[in-house]
């Protein structure tokens, strides 16, 4: 009863409601959109960190995540080898690493990088490299000369495929080690600080050239599941011995993690101000719709109509503007998103820009379960909510100010 | 018969030819090293003025180097005051600074030694790899050319391909009386990068050796370093005390 008389009453004026009903649609749209957009962005972050040769748990010696350096690398990795193998759940992966600072020369040109000696096989498991596109070739796990640069890197130093790169950094006796690698593949990523910074050679000769005998700065760690990093953790901590720490990727990127709690309450306020600049919206077109009505909800009200039963009337009008509203803007949002997964927004144009705030090249949007409840029920709650105002006002007329008003 | 002879012949061609191949790699390395060792001298001390010149500055300071064979050099800077007291000390391949404002002797990390010296067109490389020309290149001679009656060798320096050298190439002009006329240094697409040139070659401690030595970029003219030897002494034996970081640090002691 209450919705097929709701229905007629809100298409008595059928502009007035489509209006409403459009601006209903954007806001909602809007929020759904932009939200997955932004919450595109913030798993983009995180994917990025994670494969950036971070992994969702890493193992350290003690005392390298203050100063890595090469003091502080793993002395026997066997052991932890042999450990992870026995604790990790099977469709876990991971991969050693060596990593230091150094400087890469040419003749023209020297720079600062992170110099990482990685087994090949493994690392392509569970970092970016694996999956980036490799102008050349990729490390073969014999090759001692081999070394995998950017495609930033080697713009910036004017070199290319073949030709020699000079590294040095510091080795286990404080002496300066030196080695002459030649560039045998390019890779690209997906943020060109990662194509600036990291260079990867095959982890024995680096261990060769630090004079590190076996030693490993690191493991990562790939889960099936982001979300059981902790859990996991938990359980390595306690088989590895002291001098070693596990951390998870939160505690790895506390800057990330950081970001994405902004991000929560960013999309919070963001569809706060948004269904504020609707709501009033819809109030001003409620109310209208009401005193409009006066002679008709004081004859109601004449007839012995409860208050209550008039505030339920009107509520029912809004929700069927709010439901509809809300049907067709995720609809609409959906079919957005569905257009972009495809190719993405492509940010290149802007990289430089989009670089500074840690962003990819291309931004894919993505729902969350999270995010699209929390939207529709802001729009619902908030929505009835604000349009109590007039239903109340509509179920105080009494009959008399109903007569007097014309 | 006549084809052993035939055989016989030809052997011996290839072996002639083969090692005057040596003997021609020998020969170039060894006016490299004669040269170096010219240069250089067991030990030495010289004055010498540095001009770092800039299209829209030039600056310049006295620097006094002690030099003690291939390996190990001390340079302190005396002038002008503002710098008096710097200083930087060279052990194979090892280089500290000590920086008298601070009071502090730093041991160069590995991240700068690409970095220039002093601010000039010379990197803290260029100082400490002093002898890598020697050791890790292929040296050819390519050719030899007359300037004012005295022949000039041209040597290329090839580095061997594991070594860890920057340059692509080198070619060195060395005059039969072992002085170095010039070094130029080219990337591995054989395209010059710097190159440096002896001028004014004189009398000087004792033997001919050019006054003036230049290090210029080559695709910028106008930016470059010059080192002119003021004073320059030959010596037998310089005392390994010298070549301490506490001399680096409290010179005179």
Same mark, same amino acid.
């Given at each position: 009863?209450?919705?097929?008389?709701?229905?007629?009453?809100?298409?008595?004026?059928?502009?007035?409601?489509?209006?409403?009903?459009?601006?209903?649609?954007?806001?909602?749209?809007?929020?759904?959109?932009?939200?997955?957009?932004?919450?595109?962005?913030?798993?983009?972050?995180?994917?990025?960190?994670?494969?950036?040769?971070?992994?969702?748990?890493?193992?350290?010696?003690?005392?390298?995540?203050?100063?890595? &350096?090469?003091?502080?690398?793993?002395?026997?990795?066997?052991?932890?080898?042999?450990?992870?193998?026995?604790?990790?759940?099977?469709?876990?992966?991971?991969?050693?690493?060596?990593?230091?600072?150094?400087?890469?020369?040419?003749?023209?040109?020297?720079? =600062?990088?992170?110099?990482?000696?990685?087994?090949?096989?493994?690392?392509?498991?569970? =970092? *970016?490299?694996?999956?980036?596109?490799?102008?050349?070739?990729?490390?073969?796990?014999?090759?001692?000369?081999?070394?995998?640069?950017?495609?930033?890197?080697?713009?910036?130093?004017?070199?290319?495929?073949?030709?020699?790169?000079?590294?040095?950094?510091?080795?286990?006796?404080?002496?300066?080690?030196?080695?002459?690698?030649?560039?045998?593949?390019?890779?690209?990523?997906?943020?060109?600080?990662?194509?600036?910074?990291?260079?990867?050679?095959?982890?024995?000769?680096?261990?060769?050239?630090?004079?590190?005998?076996?030693?490993?700065?690191?493991?990562?760690?790939?889960?099936?599941?982001?979300?059981?990093?902790?859990? &996991?953790?938990?359980?390595?901590?306690?088989?590895?011995?002291?001098?070693?720490?596990?951390?998870?990727?939160?505690?790895?990127?506390?800057?990330?993690?950081?970001?994405?709690?902004?991000?929560?309450?960013?999309?919070?306020?963001?569809?706060?101000?948004?269904?504020?600049?609707?709501?009033?919206?819809?109030?001003?077109?409620?109310?209208?719709? &009401?005193?409009?009505?006066?002679?008709? *909800?004081?004859?109601?009200?004449?007839?012995?109509?409860?208050?209550?039963?008039?505030?339920?009337?009107?509520?029912?009008?809004?929700?069927?503007?709010?439901?509809?509203?809300?049907?067709?803007?995720?609809?609409?949002?959906?079919?957005?998103?569905?257009?972009?997964?495809?190719?993405?927004?492509?940010? =290149?144009?802007?990289?430089?820009?989009?670089? *500074?705030?840690?962003?990819?090249?291309?931004?894919?949007?993505?729902?969350?379960?999270?995010?699209?409840?929390?939207?529709?029920?802001?729009?619902?709650?908030?929505?009835?909510?604000?349009?109590?105002?007039?239903?109340?006002?509509?179920?105080?007329?009494?009959?008399?100010?109903?007569?007097?008003?014309? | 018969?006549?084809?052993?002879?035939?055989?016989?012949?030809?052997?011996?061609?290839?072996?002639?030819?083969?090692?005057?191949?040596?003997?021609?790699?020998?020969?170039?390395?060894?006016?490299?090293?004669?040269?170096?060792?010219?240069?250089?001298?067991?030990?030495?001390?010289?004055?010498?003025?540095?001009?770092?010149?800039?299209?829209?500055?030039?600056?310049?300071?006295?620097?006094?180097?002690?030099?003690?064979?291939?390996?190990?050099?001390?340079?302190?800077?005396?002038?002008?005051?503002?710098? +008096?007291?710097?200083?930087?000390?060279?052990?194979?391949?090892?280089?500290?600074?000590? $920086?008298?404002?601070?009071?502090?002797?730093?041991?160069?990390?590995?991240?700068?030694?690409?970095?220039?010296?002093?601010?000039?067109?010379?990197?803290?490389?260029?100082?400490?790899?002093?002898?890598?020309?020697? +050791?890790?290149?292929?040296?050819?001679?390519?050719?030899?050319?007359?300037?004012?009656?005295?022949?000039?060798?041209?040597?290329?320096?090839?580095?061997?391909?594991?070594?860890?050298?920057?340059?692509?190439?080198?070619?060195?002009?060395?005059?039969?009386?072992?002085?170095?006329?010039?070094?130029?240094?080219?990337?591995?697409?054989?395209?010059?990068?710097?190159?440096?040139?002896?001028?004014?070659?004189?009398?000087?401690?004792?033997?001919?050796?050019?006054?003036?030595?230049?290090?210029?970029?080559?695709?910028?003219? $106008?930016?470059?370093?010059?080192?002119?030897? +003021?004073?320059?002494?030959?010596?037998?034996?310089?005392?390994?005390?010298?070549?301490?970081?506490?001399?680096?640090?409290?010179?005179?002691?």
């Amino acid at each position: 009863m209450y919705l097929q008389i709701a229905w007629r009453n809100i298409w008595r004026n059928s502009r007035r409601t489509t209006v409403i009903m459009i601006a209903i649609i954007i806001g909602v749209w809007n929020m759904v959109f932009l939200g997955a957009l932004m919450r595109g962005i913030v798993v983009a972050m995180v994917n990025n960190g994670i494969s950036t040769l971070t992994g969702d748990i890493q193992v350290h010696q003690k005392g390298f995540r203050d100063d890595p &350096v090469i003091e502080n690398s793993i002395k026997n990795p066997e052991l932890v080898e042999n450990m992870l193998n026995n604790t990790l759940p099977s469709d876990a992966r991971w991969a050693s690493r060596v990593r230091v600072s150094a400087i890469a020369n040419n003749a023209r040109h020297s720079s =600062s990088v992170t110099l990482v000696g990685i087994d090949p096989l493994r690392e392509a498991d569970i =970092s *970016f490299i694996g999956s980036a596109a490799i102008q050349g070739s990729y490390l073969k796990p014999d090759d001692k000369n081999g070394i995998i640069v950017g495609q930033a890197l080697v713009d910036k130093f004017e070199t290319k495929l073949g030709y020699k790169l000079i590294l040095m950094s510091q080795d286990t006796s404080l002496e300066i080690a030196s080695r002459a690698f030649r560039i045998s593949g390019i890779f690209k990523a997906d943020l060109e600080f990662t194509e600036k910074k990291f260079v990867f050679v095959n982890m024995p000769v680096l261990q060769q050239m630090l004079k590190l005998q076996n030693g490993i700065s690191e493991v990562s760690i790939i889960l099936p599941d982001h979300q059981d990093a902790l859990h &996991v953790k938990n359980t390595l901590n306690a088989e590895l011995p002291s001098n070693l720490e596990v951390n998870t990727w939160r505690e790895l990127l506390p800057m990330l993690n950081a970001y994405l709690k902004i991000y929560d309450g960013f999309i919070l306020i963001w569809y706060l101000v948004v269904f504020i600049a609707m709501g009033f919206g819809i109030v001003n077109t409620t109310l209208m719709a &009401v005193f409009e009505r006066m002679r008709e *909800f004081g004859l109601l009200k004449a007839l012995g109509m409860k208050p209550g039963r008039i505030i339920a009337g009107v509520l029912t009008e809004t929700l069927i503007l709010l439901l509809i509203g809300m049907a067709t803007g995720n609809i609409l949002a959906f079919l957005c998103v569905y257009a972009l997964s495809g190719s993405g927004i492509d940010l =290149s144009a802007f990289a430089a820009g989009a670089e *500074f705030a840690g962003m990819s090249r291309v931004i894919f949007p993505v729902i969350s379960v999270w995010d699209l409840s929390a939207a529709n029920l802001v729009v619902l709650v908030l929505g009835l909510l604000v349009s109590a105002y007039p239903a109340i006002k509509a179920a105080r007329f009494t009959p008399v100010e109903a007569l007097r008003h014309t | 018969m006549a084809k052993n002879l035939i055989f016989g012949l030809f052997l011996s061609l290839i072996l002639i030819t083969a090692f005057s191949a040596t003997a021609k790699a020998q020969d170039a390395r060894s006016i490299i090293e004669a040269s170096f060792n010219y240069m250089r001298g067991n030990a030495s001390i010289a004055t010498i003025q540095m001009t770092i010149h800039r299209p829209d500055w030039e600056r310049s300071m006295t620097i006094k180097a002690w030099t003690k064979g291939q390996k190990e050099s001390l340079f302190r800077i005396i002038a002008p005051p503002k710098d +008096n007291g710097n200083g930087t000390l060279k052990k194979g391949r090892e280089m500290w600074i000590y $920086n008298p404002r601070i009071n502090r002797v730093i041991k160069l990390p590995p991240s700068m030694m690409s970095q220039a010296w002093m601010g000039s067109d010379f990197s803290n490389n260029d100082l400490s790899k002093t002898d890598s020309i020697i +050791n890790n290149y292929t040296h050819t001679l390519i050719g030899s050319e007359n300037i004012n009656g005295k022949k000039v060798y041209l040597i290329k320096s090839i580095p061997e391909p594991e070594a860890p050298v920057v340059w692509g190439m080198q070619i060195l002009k060395i005059r039969e009386d072992n002085i170095i006329l010039s070094q130029e240094f080219f990337d591995e697409d054989f395209k010059p990068v710097k190159k440096m040139t002896g001028f004014q070659i004189q009398m000087l401690g004792g033997k001919l050796f050019p006054k003036v030595w230049r290090m210029q970029k080559t695709d910028d003219r $106008n930016k470059y370093t010059e080192l002119v030897y +003021n004073e320059l002494v030959f010596k037998q034996k310089l005392k390994n005390s010298l070549f301490t970081t506490s001399n680096l640090r409290n010179p005179g002691r």
